[in-house]
């Protein structure tokens, strides 16, 4: 079973920042929240990944609050290509090597022009 | 960046027939590599996982024998669905890592959609 919760759907406008949140409140120690979204039809991408830290790349922010129960996926300038499902995931890391990831339901980001 | 490759992108097939899905790490090798189904407007679905050299694992409720899986070398797994059904069609996806640990991130082929007639 998926171990966050995010909601369904969320609206952005073009240009605006995309806030996604995702709840992982039984998160372990040593588990690791990544981020992945599909396109219509694609593999899933890969966003960012963290463990406590807040990160950033040139896709994303990541914003994992203090108590890591929750984080915020944010896209700072969204465009119309990042519409897609946003998927939070908990790694399932049941031993070395073994990059299990365990979708839930995700949320469909849709940015209107 | 990683690339991992899926082979065909889009297969369709007659019922009873076999139908073979290839997964190809491109520029990494791969010991283990993850095999998921999706089925229109739902997420993906873990189906089993990949090891190279030994037999694959399976979720539960996945059929070992339906849908055979071979990890014959670091780069390339495949996933054959036998004798395929129309409720076998569905999208398939295939991912791996180059590195392992806990702190590396999976990538995934672009997807295998299946239509069984």
């Known amino acids: 079973d998926a171990k966050t919760t995010q909601p369904p759907s969320m609206d952005c406008a073009e240009g605006r920042a995309a806030n996604l949140p995702c709840n992982h409140s039984t998160i372990s120690g040593n588990e690791y929240v990544y981020w992945y979204r599909q396109i219509h039809s694609q593999g899933p991408q890969y966003i960012i990944h963290g463990l406590k830290n807040n990160e950033t790349n040139e896709m994303a922010s990541l914003i994992i609050t203090e108590d890591r129960k929750s984080s915020t996926l944010i896209l700072p300038h969204a465009t119309l290509r990042d519409t897609a499902v946003y998927y939070c995931i908990v790694r399932v890391g049941i031993n070395q090597g073994a990059q299990k990831l365990v979708f839930g339901q995700g949320t469909r980001l849709t940015i209107n022009p | 960046g990683a690339v991992v490759s899926q082979h065909p992108s889009r297969v369709i097939c007659k019922s009873g027939t076999s139908v073979k899905i290839e997964c190809r790490s491109l520029d990494f090798q791969a010991t283990t590599m993850f095999w998921y189904r999706q089925f229109p407007k739902q997420s993906l679905m873990l189906m089993a996982t990949s090891n190279e050299g030994s037999k694959a694992t399976y979720e539960q409720g996945v059929e070992k024998d339906k849908f055979l899986i071979n990890h014959a070398s670091l780069t390339l797994s495949t996933l054959t669905v036998t004798s395929a059904h129309p409720e076998d069609s569905s999208f398939y996806i295939c991912?791996?890592?180059?590195?392992?640990?806990?702190?590396?991130?999976?990538?995934f082929g672009q997807g295998t959609r299946l239509t069984v007639v």
């Open positions: 991912s791996a890592a180059p590195q392992q640990g806990m702190n590396t991130e999976a990538f």
